[in-house]
């Protein structure tokens, strides 16, 4: 069964860090691109970081260009999002998500996602 397990999501004051973790299982994510997702309440779900299967190439939305850093470590099948200097505009459910091919922030290109976890930002 193909899974993704989002966690480390919780609240945290304004300037604050956070590292969320996306575990996959039932599939090997070595061949995979991988994509971090958010979505605020009543408003569609964005991406905001991508790493390629290859090379650990990168890409980011430009608004968290310099505070988001995606990683990946193949030998835990293991995704992660570092997140420094938080805003309240933070605040979301955040979801990764995995698909083959080349990296993209386009939702629909995905194949399989996580259930999310929620960051929030809150002095």
């Known amino acids: 069964q193909v899974q993704l397990v989002e966690s480390g999501g919780g609240l945290v004051q304004p300037g604050g860090s956070l590292t969320l973790s996306c575990v996959a299982s039932g599939f090997t994510l070595d061949y995979y691109a991988i994509g971090w997702f958010r979505q605020a309440p009543g408003k569609e779900r964005e991406g905001v970081a991508c790493?390629?299967?290859?090379?650990?190439?990168?890409h980011y939305a430009d608004s968290v260009r310099g505070r988001f850093t995606i990683s990946r470590d193949n030998a835990k099948n293991t995704a992660y999002l570092q997140i420094n200097d938080l805003k309240p505009e933070d605040t979301a459910v955040y979801y990764c998500a995995a698909k083959p091919g080349t990296m993209t922030l386009n939702v629909w290109e995905y194949d399989y996602w996580g259930q999310g976890t929620q960051v929030t930002v809150s002095s």
């Open positions: 790493i390629s299967s290859v090379r650990d190439t990168t």
